[in-house]
């Protein structure tokens, strides 16, 4: 069984519906509870908390594949994103969106793009356009993200 909560989350104690894993530390509560009503023995938990996270760290094959990008960009006179590691700016944005806790990133966050427009088809526009400019740089869908509210005219 898997479920999707901050390791953060206290296992017990007071929860709303406002929080944002509410609704899986519930099921949680739920599976604890059939597993003693059927003396089920339940296995320890497995917490994935390694930071950076898996997904934003960068394989052999996907690194040598932006180090490419990055040399023909440099041959043909072009500016290119330096090739990381790993994404700790993807990686604090996740800890930390739709979280309160006031922690600020000290890094620089080149690849987080923050856009603002005039109305919902703007914005739109904008980002379709940029998903262009980076798949003829050759990155892949795999490789984007785009987080939005609910798109809607004023």
Known sequence: MTVTVDPAVPERGKRGV???FYM???MIDKLNALARQNHVKREPDIVLDEH???RYRRGPKR???QEARVERK???GQEAL???PASSALDFLEQNLYR???RVYSGKAEEIRLVQAVNPAEEIS???REIGKMLREGYRYRDMAVISEALRES
């Open 74 to 76: 440099a041959q043909a």
């Open 126 to 128: 904008c980002v379709v």
């Open 82 to 84: 330096t090739v990381s």
């Open 52 to 54: 950076p996270a898996v």
């Open 18 to 20: 406002q929080d944002l």
């Open 63 to 65: 690194r040598a594949e």
């Open 24 to 26: 899986s530390c519930e």
């Open 100 to 102: 309160y806790s006031g």
